[in-house]
């Protein structure tokens, strides 16, 4: 079943496909009618193709990375085969994601790995895989790539106060692109109102 605020999100994107469809009919009636079918394109690939995270916590309701302006990258960050809950080595030094982003006394590995929704990946910000990408390297990063919110990235310049041209090049590199992904736009300001700098908690990253 789909929760409420699924449901919302939803709505809200089909209102905004609408009112765009609506304001660039007046301008050029060709224009209006590509815009309209690439977010309608978007929508349908991020609401029905895009995967739970497995290990996501409950702030989203239905576990999956697309709903704010930053947390659309699903990363790996244990192993949790046989319940063994184990941080993954994200470098040569082997060291794990809570240590390279200054992170460790905050770990909340066990959150990911425990119900509500049981797994061994979370939800982090575009910023904090670009930051990653630069510290370790684009095949040093795990990523899940059926519950990342590619179309998004691939359109995002930006994302507090970080380039993403890294992290949109390493996506393309680790992820097969789905048949029916739209032709990505870039959107210079994904996270205009973001300042993001310094240490941040699980709920930022």
């Not at 050029?28 to 609401?47: E, F, G, L, M, Q």
């Not at 995270?53 to 989203?60: D, K, Q, T, V």
């Not at 040569?92 to 061994?120: A, E, L, R, V, Y």
Request: proline share 6%; hydrophobic share 30%.
């Amino acid at each position: 079943m789909a929760s409420k605020s699924g449901l919302t999100i939803n709505s809200t994107v089909r209102s905004f496909s609408n009112s765009v469809a609506n304001v660039l009919s007046k301008i050029d009636p060709n224009r209006s009618v590509k815009t309209a079918n690439v977010i309608k394109n978007i929508s349908s690939w991020n609401n029905s193709n895009l995967a739970v995270c497995p290990g996501e916590g409950p702030r989203y309701g239905d576990f999956k990375c697309n709903h704010d302006r930053t947390h659309r990258v699903c990363a790996q960050l244990v192993d949790n085969s046989e319940g063994q809950c184990k941080e993954l080595a994200w470098n040569d030094d082997q060291q794990s994601f809570w240590q390279i982003t200054g992170q460790q006394k905050w770990n909340w590995k066990t959150n990911i790995c425990n119900p509500p929704n049981p797994g061994d990946s979370w939800c982090i910000c575009m910023w904090a895989t670009e930051s990653l990408i630069a510290k370790v390297g684009c095949d040093n990063v795990h990523i899940n790539c059926e519950a990342t919110d590619i179309p998004y990235l691939l359109r995002s310049v930006s994302d507090g106060g970080w380039d993403l041209s890294t992290s949109r090049e390493c996506i393309k590199k680790k992820c097969p692109e789905p048949k029916n992904r739209p032709e990505p736009h870039l959107n210079p300001n994904p996270n205009k109102s973001s300042g993001l700098s310094g240490i941040h908690t699980h709920e930022s990253l």
